[in-house]
């Protein structure tokens, strides 16, 4: 048996040999995976507006309050409380019975003043007529001229004083002083008003359009200001349009244009206020609404961007992508990210135009795995497959800038 051993031994190792030889030929045999397709998007150069979202709140265009023009009972209130009314519609109605009396004692005034010029004038005629016959007196003519010229002067006291009884009778009706929506009533009937009170009757607010006062850190806007001078931006041509952005979430359907910005900063918050107008025919739009502004400040120049859903990020939070190489090899990026536009990242640094993003199927590659690239149709809809990959790693759009 001890003699056996070493011909056991040479039967186990050509055992070995064989077994071996015939694992490689079934691997040789064994067809290789086809490279993996993946959809890419071609990164080009394109100018990119600059746009900030700015903390607002919202103001009327116009606000006026209603206030008394003369002393008296209000004895009538005619709007109804929160409705909209015109320029020159009647608000409130102010006893005219004081104002009507006055009325009546100017215009018999008037006719007194004018009988009296009357007779004046008769007096002073026959005054001439007598100087030209050389009967009466010089003085006496000179008498009958003043007294008409003091007779015309009374005439144009009383037409005076019918005037002002008359506008204040007129101001007895108090009327809107603008257009707008008018606020509720702060006064009821049977109140006393005075001119010289302090509190106003109501509140009128003219809201279409509206404007949207919005703050911008003065930091921010100087360097802004430097990029544009340096030619690091461009300057937009046409006039900047703002969006406003609802306190829950929602763009406002309609677009307004940016009026100015302050000349001063708040020396408190070092904040500079700009002015947006916005149309607002349907009222949506009421003063004191917090709001967000999205204003655009220039374009950057040959900036690049990317599908959002190209962006990876890993444990540590860097951004990272795939990018594949002229021989169709996979490569991973690491790369950094500015401002979002739509459903687009800017990258600033780590990726050059004319390279080739993958944007769908990156979850079967890997770096250096060869692929074989398409042209990325942002139309399509996802497979079953990549909506399945998305799920797991719960991807997400990203809305914020990094």
Partial sequence: MRMNRPILAASLATVIF???CQKNEEQQAAPAFPPAQVAVYTTTTAPLPITNELPGRITPTRIAEVRPRV????VERVF???????EGDVLYRIDPAPFQVKVDSAEATLKRALAVRDQARQTADRQSRLKEAQVAAVQQYDDAIATLAQAEAEVGIAEAGLAEAKLNLQYANVTAPISGRIGRALITEGALVSTNGTENLATIQQLDPIYADFTQSATDLIRLRRALEDGQLMSAKDEAEVQLILDDGTPYALKGKLLFSEAAVDETTGQVTLRGEFPNPNNDLLPGMYVRVQIQQGLEKDAITVP???????????????VVSADNKVEFRNVTLGRTVGER???TSGLKAGEKVIVEGFQKVGPGAPVVPTAWDPNAKPTTEQAS???ATGEKPATEVK
């Avoid at 002393?71 to 209000?74: C, L, Q």
């Avoid at 109804?80 to 015109?86: R, T």
């Avoid at 444990?315 to 992508?321: K, M, V, Y």
């Fill in 71 to 74: 002393s008296g009972i209000v």
């Fill in 80 to 86: 109804e409380q929160g409705s909209m009314v015109k």
């Fill in 389 to 391: 990959a998305s799920a």
């Fill in 308 to 322: 959002q859903q190209a962006v990876q990020r890993n444990n540590a939070g860097q951004s990272q992508i795939y």
């Fill in 18 to 20: 064989l077994a071996g």
């Fill in 345 to 347: 990242w800017q990258v």
